[in-house]
T-cell receptor, first 113, second 111 residues
């Protein structure tokens, strides 16, 4: 258990509405990640952070933005949700050298109607 | 381009059978992780392998990292229904602190 929580755990929203998902960690890890998991695609990286206010894009970043104003919280925002963003979203932290192992949160299931 | 190919995609076996899941790539990885995921939960780390040729055992699970650090395998001996789940491999490459994931192997062990 890497002390990662995600909120909310489930959310149903309508197309066009903004949505923010929160990832919270208690162990002061520098690197945090947001993934989405879809059938047939596996886990795909959306955005990641390598420190407070330091973020970068992953392979599927279009339509998403992130913010990290303090070490323990990493927020993922869908500015205007679309049905294609219906997915399960996972947050992860990187344990560090030399293994680059990542530990995952419990996930948020998001449905966009 | 899928950098990590996992096979098989689906596997349904009877309790007590042995099985092997493969994770292959043309790229070299500095480390490789195996995760197990149950429905409604996040992936849980099983093992990390770092050295080419490394073999790690976790009870009935044996993990091997290829000599060239391009491939890995997971072998389960005498599978049990509790082994049912999605098995994911993920590779890290040097100073790029991002993981490349395979698409997973969905294992069902029938009683």
């Amino acid at each position: 258990d890497a002390g990662i929580t995600q909120s909310p755990r489930h959310k149903v929203t309508e197309t066009g509405t903004p949505v923010t998902l929160r990832c919270h960690q208690t162990e002061n890890h520098r690197y945090m990640y947001w993934y989405r998991q879809d059938p047939g695609h596996g886990l795909r990286l959306i955005h990641y952070s390598y420190g407070v206010k330091d973020t970068d894009k992953g392979e599927v970043s279009d339509g998403y933005s992130v913010s990290r104003s303090k070490t323990e919280d990493f927020l993922l925002t869908l500015e205007s949700a679309t049905s294609s963003q219906t997915s399960v979203y996972f947050c992860a932290i990187r344990q560090g050298a030399p293994t680059d192992t990542q530990y995952f949160g419990p996930g948020t299931r998001l449905t966009v109607l | 381009t899928q950098l990590l190919e996992q096979s098989p995609q689906f596997l349904s076996i009877q309790e007590g059978e042995n099985l092997t899941v493969y994770c292959n790539s043309s790229s070299v990885f500095s480390s490789l992780q195996w995760y197990r995921q149950e429905p409604g939960e996040g992936p849980v780390l099983l093992v990390t392998v770092v050295t080419g040729g490394e073999v790690k055992k976790l009870k009935r699970l044996t993990f091997q990292f290829g000599d060239a650090r391009k491939d890995s395998s997971l072998h389960i001996t005498a599978a049990q229904p509790g082994d049912t789940g999605l098995y994911l491999c993920a590779g890290a490459r040097g100073s790029n602190y991002k993981l490349t994931f395979g698409k997973g192997t969905l294992l069902t062990v029938n009683p």
